[in-house]
């Protein structure tokens, strides 16, 4: 009998882990609520590190293409103070693929489909409850009514994970506040702040708050704050000039990348998961992706998504009778690989948003002397 392997989720994780089982012969079912690929913008840019996000695309057969669609020179980055003095600024190499390319999230996600067979996703499907069957397996309640059974779930519907119940009763807790704005046709229409961005991405750091942009492969310029969690409602954050009060006395200069915005404020909560979060292994289930550790946004989450579906891959391929050791063996590894990350992820989270956090990000940034050996 054929054992049928549905994915919650059609986000990075979900559909790095679709296109490695279907490289090894392995069918899934990835259940996405979304109605298609180009339903709702998938957000910025994000660095592919060699060793984890970079890896599973090697596994996944789509190195090659990953390179057509990357952008080293967006790994160019700029750390500035709120008076626009430069504090760091790094360069990479012209044309390297070596360091931490950038590809824009709509690009991967993409690049992903595009490998994909044609009924491997089926859009419009959110999974909202999961009823563990007496014989084994589950069935998925979908949104609207309908209902789909499957013999293995994993679970890769972020950070509301539905699927993340069965497994843990793990509570999320808010670390900060992300507002987002978007400029399009940036070099032509704002070309001051084009010249001002970059190529990549810029940090502009004061106390308690960063004003960030990065730029994106369409041209537009994706803008970013971020504050310290105080408690107050997201409405507080809607309108442009609530935000340029909370940037009183930043040079203009910075502060024209929140008017330039395209449409009024986008704010949202950075949630968390506890850093070590574990569970004890359940037939037939797991997590993967923000379901399974849900971190800071500083650099790791898609990565150690694409990784995790890589793992977990590579397992399942590997114990094909029978998912329960293959299951077992990801969570254990995967446990022990993300507790550091974890950790290192929430120190850097309260760094860029502490009293000091100029003078600690460029240290952070800041290649350190090495000792001289001892004479002998």
Not at 39 to 46: D, I, K, N, T, Y
Not at 154 to 163: E, K, N
Request: net charge negative.
């Amino acid at each position: 009998m054929t054992m049928r392997m549905a994915i919650a989720g059609g986000g990075l994780g979900g559909l790095t882990l679709a296109r490695i089982l279907h490289l090894q012969g392995i069918d899934a079912v990835v259940y996405e609520r979304e109605a298609g690929r180009s339903a709702r913008a998938q957000g910025g840019s994000l660095d592919l590190h060699p060793e984890s996000g970079q890896r599973a695309l090697a596994d996944a057969g789509l190195a090659d293409r990953f390179r057509s669609e990357a952008r080293p020179e967006g790994e160019e980055h700029r750390i500035l103070d709120p008076a626009g003095r430069t504090l760091v600024h790094h360069r990479p190499p012209p044309g390297s693929f070596s360091g931490r390319p950038e590809i824009d999230r709509s690009a991967l996600r993409d690049l992903l489909l595009d490998s994909l067979p044609r009924d491997t996703v089926a859009w419009r499907h959110r999974v909202v409850a999961v009823t563990p069957r007496p014989e084994g397996g589950f069935v998925l309640t979908l949104d609207g009514g309908d209902s789909a059974d499957c013999d293995v779930l994993i679970g890769a519907d972020g950070a509301r994970s539905v699927v993340r119940s069965l497994l843990t009763d793990a509570e999320l807790s808010s670390v900060a506040t992300l507002v987002e704005l978007s400029i399009s046709d940036a070099d032509r229409r704002h070309p001051d702040l084009a010249e001002l961005v970059g190529p990549g991405n810029l940090w502009c750091v004061g106390v308690n708050q960063i004003l960030a942009a990065q730029r994106l492969g369409d041209g537009s310029i994706r803008v970013g704050i971020t504050l310290r969690a105080d408690g107050r409602h997201l409405d507080a954050y809607r309108g442009k000039r609530a935000l340029l009060d909370v940037f009183d006395g930043w040079d203009p200069g910075l502060t024209a990348l929140i008017e330039a915005g395209d449409a009024p404020p986008k704010p949202r909560r950075i949630e968390v998961m506890p850093a070590g979060t574990r569970w004890a292994h359940q037939p037939g289930v797991t997590l993967i992706g923000d379901a399974a550790h849900l971190m800071p946004p500083v650099g790791e989450g898609a990565n150690q998504a694409m990784l995790d579906a890589a793992e977990l891959a590579a397992e399942l391929a590997g114990s094909r009778a029978d998912p329960e050791p293959a299951i077992q063996a990801y969570e254990e590894a995967m446990f022990a690989r993300i507790l550091p990350i974890a950790e290192m992820s929430a120190r850097v989270q309260a760094m860029m948003l502490s009293c000091t956090a100029a003078d600690d990000i460029v240290r952070f940034f800041t290649p350190q002397p090495t000792e001289p050996a001892p004479a002998n």
